[in-house]
């Protein structure tokens, strides 16, 4: 019985989707793939159908009509897998940014060691990052040191998006409630767990930037961030957030 999903958002992922399914398909440990995918004008998803027939019953694709952001597209694929009997649900992005290999260490983080949100973090031991310029990482370390002072969680990589959630930690936010659909979904859905009392780890993994297709980081994707974190903190000081 497969117990654990593969979240995929994709758009404009031609160069990437098919070698990103086969590596997750190809781990020790049996995971499913759901590719939630923002009417690609590249052919995504055309890629997606072809393949679910060589993958049947364990490759899954939801259509979306244009781009409507990352964090409503994890949402969308967090009510899709909680509809269903899967009790880990994973992000992963399609580009080879997060190493597949590393799947298995986010499931047993939560499935044998206790944890119920592991982290795939590049700045738990150091500043694990490859092919980013120097001006990039700084700023990304920068940013998650932000948002740690900010929000007082416990957590070095605070907008890593190589997460695993067992099932009970989406049932218990309101997914609805989810203010942010930029880069700061990942930052307001850790954020929400820490409210709720749930137990986070982080894993040391190497994150290694894109080398094919271009990446979907914006100004106003990063502006969302650095005022929402302030909003969303002010916020849960006054018991207003929507957990």
Known sequence: MVNGIIIIPTFNEIENIERIIRNVFSQRRK??????????????????????????????????????GLGTAYIHGFKWALKRDYEYIFEMDADFSHNPNDLVRLYNTCKRDGADVAIGSRYITGVNVINWPMNRVLMSWLASRYVRFITGMDVEDTTAGFVCYKREVLEAINLDKIQFVGYAFQIEMK?????????????????????????????????????????????????????
Do not use: C, W
């Not at 499913?32 to 890629?47: E, F, Q």
């Not at 290694?208 to 302030?230: L, N, P, W, Y």
């Open 31 to 68: 995971f499913h793939i759901l590719v939630v995918d923002d009417n690609s004008p590249d052919g995504t998803a055309t890629r997606v159908r072809t393949l679910q027939a060589e993958f049947p019953e364990k490759l899954y694709l939801e259509e979306r009509t244009g781009k409507q």
């Open 191 to 243: 954020f929400k767990s820490h409210l709720l009392g749930f137990k986070i780890v982080e894993v040391p993994v190497i994150f290694t930037d894109r080398t094919r297709g271009t990446s979907k980081m914006s100004g106003s994707i990063i502006s969302e961030a650095a005022f929402g974190v302030i909003k969303m903190k002010l916020k849960s000081l006054f018991n207003r957030i929507k957990v």
